[in-house]
């Protein structure tokens, strides 16, 4: 069986998108295992993740895979390349909404972060209390607090996306720190029943943060953009960012734009950011798994629009 893959970006977040929509798509039958070989290749390069599409009650859903090969219920960087798919070869509309875990998620063609690079944005509710918080059982919202099982004098905020994080502001990330207290989560279950993304963030500005975070199933990564998004909506929450501007957050793989609005008892961030192609390719496969990963298209315009782009804002 040949099935089609796209390799994709969001912010320097790789994946491979599968579009399980088109005609003649050939579903592999254990879609977390075919996303662990898949990444696992170096074909492949390097891969944060699988991502699926197809459509569910008459709306299109994402479903991503880590490398790993378990599932999160969202991830902000994935469904913008997921928006980016559905836009242009299904709906051809300015706007729409989209489905993960189980959630619906309003997403839309968005101004360019800059010129060149196919950009689009996402409406995230933001939830201030989960069951995936064991360390705040009971109480409404987590905000700037100590987790003591984590042994660390951080404060974290603690916000749920449809996948849960724990984030904290600090003076300068360390990245050693910031591996030490992800990998812990694994192995405090009463705390982290379902494990958590672990993100820092540095304030770089009045409106401009800088984050970095250990994934759950995936360790650290370039970037991830539902913490990027709590990142911001944490600072909204503290007061180190005005609520209803624009915030920029920067992390290893460049850039994205959020906006925090809470009110009615809601919190909803809107996360937007570039969607970029680097190659079309194809995978054959049987039952025994991945037999060979082929490219036959590459996107290298989009890869230098985009490469551009963050050596602009490293020159900054």
């Known amino acids: 069986m040949l099935t089609e893959i796209i390799k994709c970006h969001g912010s320097g977040n790789e994946f ?13 039958r254990d879609l977390g295992a075919f ?32 490398p790993d090969g378990s599932e999160a219920e969202m991830c902000g960087n994935g469904i913008r390349c997921v ?11 300015e706007s729409f909404t989209l489905l993960s875990g189980g959630r619906r998620y309003p997403a839309c063609r968005a101004e360019r972060i800059a010129p060149e690079i ?25 905000v700037a607090e100590v987790i003591p099982s984590l042994e660390s004098p951080l404060r974290f905020t603690a916000l749920n996306l449809g996948n849960p994080h724990i ?16 990998e812990a989560v694994a192995r405090l ?23 970095a975070t250990f994934e759950r199933g995936a360790g650290i990564t370039y970037s991830c953009g539902t913490a990027m998004t709590a990142c911001s909506t944490a600072a909204t929450l503290t007061g180190a960012c005005r ?7 920067y992390n290893r793989g460049g850039m994205v734009r959020c906006l925090c609005r809470a009110g009615g008892g809601r919190i909803v961030t809107r996360l937007t950011g570039n969607a970029t192609y680097e190659w079309f390719g194809a ?18 315009d989009e890869t230098a629009a985009y490469d551009r782009f963050v050596r602009s804002i490293n020159a900054q």
């Open 118 to 142: 196919p950009t689009y944005g996402v409406d995230i509710e933001v939830r201030t209390s989960s069951d995936d918080f064991g360390f705040a059982r009971g109480a409404g919202r987590f």
């Open 189 to 211: 279950g009463k705390d982290f029943p379902h494990g958590i993304n672990v993100s820092m963030y540095e304030r770089r500005g009045p409106q401009s943060l800088f984050a």
């Open 243 to 249: 609520e209803g501007e624009p915030i920029e957050v």
């Open 83 to 93: 928006a980016r798919l559905v836009d242009e070869r299904y709906l051809r509309a």
């Open 16 to 28: 491979v998108m599968i579009d399980l929509t088109a005609e003649n798509a050939a579903a592999p």
């Open 167 to 182: 984030v904290a502001e600090v003076e300068r990330i360390d990245m050693r720190e910031l591996e030490r207290m992800g």
């Open 283 to 300: 995978v054959e496969h049987d039952a025994s798994g991945i037999a060979a990963v082929t490219r036959t298209e590459n996107r290298d």
């Open 35 to 66: 996303a662990r070989e898949l990444c696992g290749r170096e074909e492949s390069g390097r891969c944060d993740g699988a991502l699926y599409v197809a459509p569910v009650d008459g709306l299109y859903a994402m479903r991503m895979f880590n």
